[in-house]
């Protein structure tokens, strides 16, 4: 079993940006998204690979320690926090795929962000190695900045293909964002609406969301 070291300062890194955070917390929800800067801050600490893949350069850290980080980050601008958490949250979900779906994200580029959306929408046309995935998404946090998104649809992978939620992975290059995040709360998060036609999504990137729920339980 390969050991995984996880730098002891990682929390140490997140505190000393959260001065940073603070002075931009009020621009950042009138912004209504993450600042590039912040992003650029996370990135320069490494708090974009807490729980990404080893192989690809992340840290693989434990659950414990990712939510402390992510907490630190919070003291500093809540929507940057939650934004990290999701980040973070996805390094794990990407792990489960196929491991050429991991490939596809950070093997070009280990600093890939992945957003998502959970709510199970849209529909999936069978076509030759995949699927064409259509449909729109609301409530994808930290979308503005991802390369990469995670978006759950019904597909026929159940027993007897009967259809069940699946999660599918989907370039950036082929989703379209929604500015329709304007709320009074946790603003800038940038949770907008996410939308794709006919992206097509090889098998090796869809992901039965009961075998999430399994792996993640492991």
Known sequence: VKTVSVPPDLVSRARAIVPLLAA??????????????TIRDLKVAGLHRICQPARFGGYEAPLDEA??????????CAS????????????????????????D?????????VSAGFTPSGSAEPVPGGWKLTGSWGWSSGCDHADWLVLVTLLPSGEDGKPEPNFCLVSRDEVSIDDDWKVMGLAGTGSKTVSVVDAFVPTHRTLPG??????GAQ
Not at 27 to 36: F, H, N, S, V, W
Not at 70 to 76: C, E, F, Q, S, T
Not at 81 to 89: E, F, I
């Open 80 to 103: 940057t926090g939650w934004v990290a958490g999701v980040y973070t949250d996805h390094q794990i979900l990407v792990g489960m795929f196929d491991s050429r779906a991991a490939d």
């Open 105 to 113: 994200v950070w093997a070009d580029n280990p600093d890939a962000l």
């Open 24 to 37: 931009r917390a009020e621009a950042t929800e009138t912004l209504r998204r993450i600042p590039d800067d």
């Open 67 to 76: 939510c402390d980080i992510v907490a630190m980050l919070a003291r500093g």
């Open 210 to 215: 009961r075998l999430a729920a399994v792996s």
